[in-house]
């Protein structure tokens, strides 16, 4: 038996409809999605944090995590101690967690509010936790919204790591939306 205009029609009206933006954007969707930044744009990151403090005379490693707290990119410089590497990935751990939750932009910001916690240091027994300075939040220029964070170590003073970091961040500034 064939369909008549009768059923056809109404049938082809049903799935425009169903596939109208309009249909789609009513839809409620269980599915959570988050903004990071790209991997070539967090390599660049590390990549001119280690280039700045090189040009200083400082070989330091550097790591970006994303916004689950991951490492995303790692650069190590050529002469950098061993304990600098998970050093710089927990800077940029704790910059990015705790700036998340206290909005607050480098690991230095956080130490002069206080946030490391009671006097116990209780906050310090985290294993990815470091309140030293070195961390910089990652943040899109445009929105604020915070895309991971940057840790820098093997400068002779969390100082000197984190200028390295913040210099490296205002450059690719742009890059960051």
């Known amino acids: 038996m064939l369909p008549n205009a009768k059923t056809v029609l109404p049938a ?6 169903l596939l109208s933006p309009t ?3 009513q839809t409620p969707s269980h599915i959570v999605t ?6 070539e744009t967090a390599a660049a990151l590390a990549t001119e944090a ?5 040009a200083q005379g400082y070989s330091v490693t550097a790591a970006v995590v994303d916004t689950t707290g991951h490492e995303q990119a790692v650069v190590k410089g ?9 050093v710089s990935y927990r800077k940029a751990y704790t ?19 206080g946030v490391t916690g009671p006097a116990n240091g209780a906050l310090n027994t985290i ?9 910089v939040t990652l943040r899109s220029s445009t929105s604020h919204t915070i895309l991971g ?14 200028a390295c970091a913040l210099h490296a961040v205002e450059k690719f500034r742009n890059s960051l939306q």
């Not at 988050?34 to 991997?39: G, H, M, P, V």
Request: aromatic share 8%.
């Open 23 to 25: 249909a789609r954007a």
């Open 34 to 39: 988050s903004q990071k930044l790209d991997w």
């Open 50 to 54: 280690v280039r700045l403090c090189a």
């Open 95 to 113: 910059a990015y967690s705790y700036g998340l939750a206290f909005n607050k932009n480098t690991t230095s910001e956080l130490i002069a509010a």
């Open 127 to 135: 294993p990815e936790v470091l309140f030293v300075p070195g961390g």
């Open 78 to 86: 050529d002469t950098v101690p061993l304990q600098s590497l998970s």
């Open 12 to 17: 082809a009206a049903l799935i425009a409809a």
């Open 149 to 162: 964070g940057l840790g820098v170590s093997g400068a002779p003073g969390g100082d000197k790591d984190e």
